[in-house]
């Protein structure tokens, strides 16, 4: 196998790892206790990754006191309120503050 590998200008790499993490836009995912592999196959890398799947959300997630809290200091909706929170990290005042310009 290893020398029709080498024929066709491949070459395979085991990789040690502890994890392995794809990040999205809205989410981690999170290899765990992953087996890598490293393929060189005519100057291109490209990874082969296998183990235990773990999703993380990057979305934050407030809690509905302080969405409310927000709602009846800006005087909003409920999606302006989380919008708010959202664009301020979690911060409460600097949220209402944001709606209420």
């Given amino acids: 196998m290893q020398r029709a590998m080498k024929k066709l200008g491949m070459q395979q790499e085991e990789i040690e790892a502890d994890a392995v993490i794809i990040r999205t836009p809205k989410e ?8 890598v ?42 999606d302006s309120a989380v919008n708010a929170l959202k664009e301020s990290e979690g911060d409460l005042a600097q949220a209402i503050l944001k709606l209420k310009q």
Avoid: H, W
Wanted: glycine share 4%; charged share 40%; proline share 4%.
């Fill in 28 to 35: 981690d995912i999170i290899i765990r206790n992953p087996s």
């Fill in 37 to 78: 592999t490293k393929l060189k196959i005519m100057g291109q890398d490209t990874y082969q990754v296998s183990g235990e799947e773990e999703r993380r959300s990057l979305e934050p997630d407030f809690s509905e006191e302080d969405i409310k809290t927000v709602m009846q200091q800006a005087e909003c909706d409920k």
